[in-house]
């Protein structure tokens, strides 16, 4: 896999607003936002989609889990939120680096 916007922005070479990091993931706001609250939980390794998951990645996943809904209570998304993960061109994925967009701030329907 290539270096993804994302690999650029975890080296510093691409600015972005952080709202959260450890050793394993990072959550920046999304450029193009389609809520009132809206973020990407990216993972440090380069994972290509989810689809591309292995065993090895089970942890990383998990790790994610646990950490989107403690994000979305330091974003104040007490109401609820919604969490995405597109895969593959035909589901939307524009990078190609796994990662979920965690989405709040207005009432969500089956838009």
Known sequence: ???????????????????????VVICIRDIA????????LIPRKP?????HLSDEDSEI???????????????????????????GPDGGQEVDHIHFHILGGRKFGFE
Do not use: C, W
Request: glycine share 4%.
């Open 1 to 23: 896999m290539t270096d993804s916007i994302f690999t650029r922005i975890m080296a510093k070479e691409i600015p972005a607003d952080f709202v959260y990091e450890d050793d």
């Open 47 to 51: 994972i290509q989609s989810l689809a």
């Open 61 to 87: 996943m998990a790790h994610m889990m646990m950490t989107i809904p403690k994000i979305a209570q330091q974003l104040g998304l007490k109401s609820g939120f919604r969490t995405i993960i597109n895969t």
């Open 33 to 40: 936002p389609k809520a009132p609250v809206h973020v990407l």
